[in-house]
């Protein structure tokens, strides 16, 4: 499983998923690509942000089956703990993680 952390996004949930879509998604597709499963980790956000990135991570993950695509929001070891745990669950994909 590819880790992909994701920085430099503003506070605005808007120009925060614009700014993902505009620097950010090609990375990620990418990687796919290359047949990659992909862990997406994020900045802890408050609730606004939520649809945004549940969005993100659904869509990715159906365009990709079967690979797998999850999103994980937080830092340090939960982010760390979340990671060993997906790599070990199979059929988990499409997840929006809050840690």
Same mark, same amino acid.
């Given at each position: 499983?590819?880790?992909? @952390?994701?920085?430099?996004?503003?506070?605005?949930?808007? !120009?925060?998923? %614009?700014?993902?879509?505009?620097?950010?998604?090609?990375?990620?597709?990418?990687?796919?690509?290359?047949?990659?499963? +992909?862990?997406?980790?994020?900045? @802890?956000?408050?609730?606004?942000?939520?649809?945004?990135?549940? @969005?993100? +991570?659904?869509?990715?993950?159906?365009?990709?089956?079967?690979?797998?695509?999850?999103? +994980?929001? %937080?830092?340090?070891? !939960? +982010?760390? !703990?979340?990671?060993?745990?997906? !790599?070990?669950?199979?059929?988990?994909?499409?997840?929006?993680?809050?840690?």
């Amino acid at each position: 499983m590819k880790r992909i @952390a994701v920085e430099g996004l503003p506070e605005e949930p808007l !120009a925060a998923a %614009g700014v993902f879509h505009q620097h950010w998604l090609g990375h990620v597709e990418d990687v796919l690509g290359r047949g990659d499963d +992909v862990m997406l980790v994020l900045p @802890a956000a408050d609730h606004t942000h939520r649809e945004w990135r549940l @969005a993100i +991570v659904t869509g990715l993950a159906r365009k990709h089956t079967p690979l797998r695509v999850n999103l +994980v929001s %937080g830092e340090g070891p !939960a +982010v760390d !703990a979340t990671e060993a745990y997906l !790599a070990e669950a199979p059929g988990i994909t499409g997840q929006y993680l809050e840690t």
